[in-house]
C-alpha cells in the first residue's frame, strides 16, 4: 500500500531542507490555501519547494524536466560509446548484476523505466531465452520419442524461445528510444519486446501488471522522485518487484578522492571529445553528487510501500542496487 498523502507530507517534513529542493511534490499543501503565521510559512515552503535542481544549478520545477530531455536529445547517438568510454566497460558488468540479481524466468513480465537505448532489455530478453532454452532441452531430453522436425519446431517459434516473457521500455526521450529501436533491429531482437515514450512519474499503464519494475541510471533525471517512486508500486504486480541500479556515494575515502578527480576533471572532458557535449557530461557528475545516499533512497522507497526493501553496493559504493517488494 502506498502512503497516504498526509503521511508522504509528513515524512517529507523529517527530511529536511536538503530534500526540499530535490524536486519533491507537496501534494498536501498544493491544493490548500493556508492562512495566518503557519499558512505563510507553508505558502513559503510550497514556493520554494516548487525549486529543484538541474546538477548544481537551481531551476523551477517546471524547468528541470525541458533541460533533462535537452541532455539526452544531445547524447542519444554517443550514448553507448561514451558509457563504455568513461567506465572502461565497467557499466556493462553493474547491468549485467543487475540481471542476475533480478533472476527474471520464462513468464516474467518486465517494465523497464528510463530505459533509453535497451541495456536492460536486451539483458532481459538473453537472461529469459538462455533459461528457458535450458529448460527445454531438459524437457526434451525427458520426452525421448519426439521427432526431429518436433524438436526443431520447439527451438525455431521465437515468441516460444522466451516461454512468454516480455519487457517494455519506457522513456520519455524519442532519441534516446530511437537509437533503442536501431540497436533492437541490427541485434535481431523482436519478440517480446516494446517500446513506449512515457513519464516515470505517470505510467502509461494500468494498476498491478508487471512483475518487475527497472531504472538504471534513469532516476536521478526525474524531478519528483517520490512520485516516480509511488508509480512503481502503482503498476507492479502484488509480489512485483523493484529494481534500481544507480550512482551512490562511495565508501572508500581514498577512491573517494580519485572518483572525484576523475569525474570533474575527467568526465567532461571525455564528453567534450567524443561526443563534442562537456555540459551534459557535466551535468551527469554534478547529477550525481545531487541523488540521495544509500541508506535516504532506502527510506524513500520505503515511503512508496515498498517492503523489504535492501540494497548493496557495487564498486566500492560508485553505484548501488536497490530492491523491494510491493508486498
Ligand atoms: C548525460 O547523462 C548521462 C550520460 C551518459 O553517457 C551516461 C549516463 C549514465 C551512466 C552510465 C550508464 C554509466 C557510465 C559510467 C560512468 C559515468 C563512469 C563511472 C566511473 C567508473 C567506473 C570509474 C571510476 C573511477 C575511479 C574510481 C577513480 C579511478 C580513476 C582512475 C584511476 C583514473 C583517474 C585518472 C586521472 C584523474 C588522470 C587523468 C586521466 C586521463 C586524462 C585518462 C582518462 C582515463 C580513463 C578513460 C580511464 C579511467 C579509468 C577507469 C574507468 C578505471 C576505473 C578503475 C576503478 C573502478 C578502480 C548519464 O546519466
Ligand atoms: C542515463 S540514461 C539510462 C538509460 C538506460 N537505462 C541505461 O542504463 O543505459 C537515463 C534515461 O532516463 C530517461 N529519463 C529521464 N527522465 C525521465 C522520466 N521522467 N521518465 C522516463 N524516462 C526519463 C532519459 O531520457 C534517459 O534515456
Known amino acids: 500500500?502506498?502512503?497516504?498523502?498526509?503521511?508522504?507530507?509528513?515524512s517529507f517534513c523529517g527530511r529536511g531542507w536538503s530534500r526540499a529542493v530535490s524536486g519533491y511534490r507537496l501534494p498536501g499543501l498544493r491544493s490548500?490555501?493556508?492562512?495566518g503565521p503557519l499558512g505563510a510559512r507553508l505558502l513559503s515552503q510550497e514556493k520554494e519547494a516548487t525549486e529543484t535542481h538541474f546538477g548544481f544549478e537551481t531551476v523551477s520545477e517546471e524547468e528541470k524536466g525541458g533541460k533533462v530531455y535537452q541532455v539526452?536529445?544531445?547524447?542519444?547517438?554517443?550514448?553507448?560509446?561514451?558509457?563504455?568510454?568513461?567506465?572502461?566497460?565497467?557499466?556493462?558488468?553493474?547491468?549485467?548484476?543487475?540481471?542476475?540479481?533480478?533472476?527474471?524466468?520464462?513468464?516474467?513480465?518486465?517494465?523497464?523505466?528510463?530505459?533509453?537505448?535497451?541495456?536492460?532489455a536486451f539483458r532481459f530478453l538473453n537472461y529469459v531465452q538462455a533459461q528457458h532454452q535450458r529448460k527445454?532441452?531438459?524437457?526434451?531430453?525427458?520426452?525421448?520419442?519426439?521427432?526431429?522436425?518436433?524438436?526443431?519446431?520447439?527451438?525455431?517459434?521465437e515468441e516460444d524461445s522466451l516461454g512468454g516473457s516480455r519487457v517494455m521500455v519506457c522513456d520519455i526521450n524519442k532519441e534516446m528510444l530511437k537509437i533503442g529501436k536501431q540497436k533492437a533491429h541490427a541485434q535481431g531482437y523482436k519478440a517480446g519486446l516494446a517500446w513506449i515514450l512515457g513519464d516515470a512519474e505517470e505510467l502509461p499503464f494500468d494498476d498491478d501488471k508487471f512483475?518487475?519494475?527497472?531504472?538504471?541510471?534513469?532516476?536521478?533525471?526525474?524531478?519528483?522522485i517520490d512520485q516516480a517512486l509511488q508509480e512503481a508500486h502503482r503498476v507492479l504486480k502484488p509480489g512485483g518487484r523493484f529494481l534500481c541500479l544507480e550512482f551512490s556515494q562511495v565508501n572508500n575515502p581514498l577512491l573517494s578522492r580519485l572518483y572525484d578527480v576523475y569525474s570533474f576533471q575527467v568526465i567532461p572532458v571525455l564528453g567534450e571529445v567524443i561526443?563534442?557535449?562537456?555540459?551534459?557530461?557535466?551535468?551527469?557528475?554534478?547529477?550525481?553528487?545531487?541523488?540521495?545516499?544509500?541508506?535516504?533512497?532506502?527510506?524513500?522507497?520505503?515511503?512508496?510501500?515498498?517492503?523489504?526493501?535492501?540494497?548493496?553496493?557495487?564498486?566500492?559504493?560508485?553505484?548501488?542496487i536497490h530492491s523491494g517488494f510491493k508486498l
Do not use: C
Open 1 to 10: 500500500m502506498a502512503a497516504p498523502r498526509s503521511w508522504a507530507l509528513w
Open 32 to 35: 490548500s490555501s493556508p492562512r
Open 72 to 120: 539526452f536529445e544531445s547524447v542519444a547517438k554517443k550514448y553507448d560509446v561514451m558509457n563504455d568510454m568513461m567506465s572502461l566497460g565497467i557499466h556493462r558488468v553493474w547491468k549485467d548484476l543487475l540481471l542476475w540479481k533480478m533472476r527474471p524466468f520464462p513468464g516474467t513480465q518486465l517494465l523497464d523505466v528510463a530505459g533509453g537505448t535497451g541495456d536492460i
Open 136 to 157: 527445454q532441452k531438459r524437457q526434451l531430453r525427458a520426452q525421448q520419442n519426439l521427432s526431429w522436425e518436433e524438436i526443431a519446431r520447439k527451438y525455431q517459434n
Open 211 to 224: 512483475d518487475v519494475y527497472t531504472i538504471a541510471f534513469g532516476i536521478r533525471n526525474v524531478t519528483h
Open 275 to 320: 561526443a563534442g557535449d562537456w555540459k551534459s557530461y557535466q551535468y551527469l557528475v554534478e547529477s550525481i553528487r545531487q541523488f540521495p545516499s544509500q541508506e535516504e533512497f532506502k527510506e524513500m522507497i520505503e515511503d512508496a510501500g515498498f517492503q523489504k526493501v535492501t540494497y548493496e553496493n557495487l564498486t566500492s559504493g560508485i553505484v548501488a
